[in-house]
C-alpha cells in the first residue's frame, strides 16, 4: 500500500473525498497517514469477500488519523474512507 501511495497508484472514493474536506485534510495528510501508518486490522467484506485494512498513521502535523483501503481489481490502492482519531 505504501508503494502504491509512493507511485501515485491510488484513487479515493467519493466518500472518502467527502470525509477528508468535513476533517479539513488534504491528499497529502492522507499520503503521510498511510506512509507513517500502521495496519490496525484487515477485515473481511460479507458480500464481496474482499479485504479492507484500517490503517492508523499520522499527518505531517502529528494528527492522528485512520483510513480504511484496499487493493482493488486492478492493483490501486482504493482509499474508501478517512476520519481523524
Not at 492522507?30 to 479492507?52: A, M, N, S, W
Not at 485512520?66 to 482504493?78: D, P, Q, R
Amino acid at each position: 500500500m505504501q508503494d502504491n501511495v509512493r507511485r501515485r497508484y491510488y484513487v479515493t472514493t467519493h466518500h472518502a473525498s467527502r470525509e477528508m474536506d468535513e476533517d479539513e485534510l488534504t491528499i497529502f495528510d492522507v499520503e503521510c497517514g498511510i506512509l507513517t501508518g500502521k495496519i490496525v486490522e484487515r477485515q473481511r467484506d460479507p458480500e464481496t469477500k474482499e479485504f479492507k485494512y484500517r490503517i492508523a498513521g499520522k499527518t505531517p502535523e502529528g494528527v492522528r488519523i485512520e483510513l480504511i483501503a484496499k487493493i482493488g481489481a486492478t492493483g490501486k490502492l482504493v482509499i474508501i474512507t478517512v476520519y481523524v482519531q
